[in-house]
Antibody, heavy 118, light 112 residues
């Protein structure tokens, strides 16, 4: 069974940093692109970014709105993807999901809540 | 970016009755590999999204056959043949043919 488990969310002050993790199991993690999506309370879904596989040089693509503040990485030996978030703003407050696509193996994590507030 | 437009915004359905949701994209979601990269998923209240349909019409494992997807190119439809109480939530379409992934605005389904 494909499973994604996010962790690392919490309360952080504006301007602060946080690093989220996405632990994967049940599929070939090293061969899969990983996506991050966020959802502010009561709102729709917003794409954050994608990290590709080693075969594609771990290429990353980010939402333009993030202005270079977020960085994705992955450790295939640990079947884990990461989202480093810097210079956080109040508008970054949201539940952050990692997701895997790819036909019938598509899956969402349960999400981790990030709250940016003083 | 590809814009995904869903209609209606909300549906109130009597149990046992059908429901239909439309999703239109501003660009074709048909890839050169022959696949059409359109997903449907449901977000129940207080829960993460859960995939229902991939590549327009393929149900994920465990999804009841009351759910069906159809369409091609830029026009897609999700149908629920007989709505049940457990089907309440917000339904979204999503394209994955290119990044950024983009989502429809959601259709809230409630039971009368």
């Amino acid at each position: 069974e494909v499973q994604l488990v996010e962790s690392g969310g919490g309360l952080v002050q504006p301007g602060g940093s946080l690093k989220l993790s996405c632990a994967a199991s049940g599929f070939t993690f090293s061969g899969s692109n990983i996506y991050w999506v966020r959802q502010a309370s009561g709102k729709g879904l917003e794409w954050v970014g994608r990290i590709r596989t080693k075969a594609n040089n771990y290429a990353t693509t980010y939402a333009a709105s993030l202005e270079g503040r977020f960085t994705m990485s992955r450790d295939d030996s640990k079947n884990t993807a990461y989202l480093q978030m810097n210079s956080l703003k109040t508008e970054d407050t949201a539940v952050y999901y990692c997701t895997k696509l790819g036909g019938a193996e598509g899956s969402w994590g349960q999400g981790t809540l990030v709250t940016v507030s003083s | 970016d590809i814009v995904m437009t869903q209609t209606p915004l909300s549906l109130s359905v009597t149990p046992g009755q059908p429901a239909s949701i439309s999703c239109k994209s501003t660009q074709s979601l048909l890839h050169s590999d022959g696949k059409t990269y359109l997903y449907w998923f449901l977000q129940k209240p207080g829960q993460p999204p859960q995939f229902l349909i991939f590549e327009v019409s393929n149900r994920f494992s465990g999804v009841p056959d009351r759910f069906s997807g159809s369409g091609s190119g830029t026009d897609f439809t999700l149908k629920i043949s007989r709505v049940e109480a457990d089907d309440v939530g917000v339904y979204y379409c999503m394209q994955s043919i290119q990044v950024p992934l983009t989502f429809g605005g959601g259709t809230k389904v409630e039971i009368k």
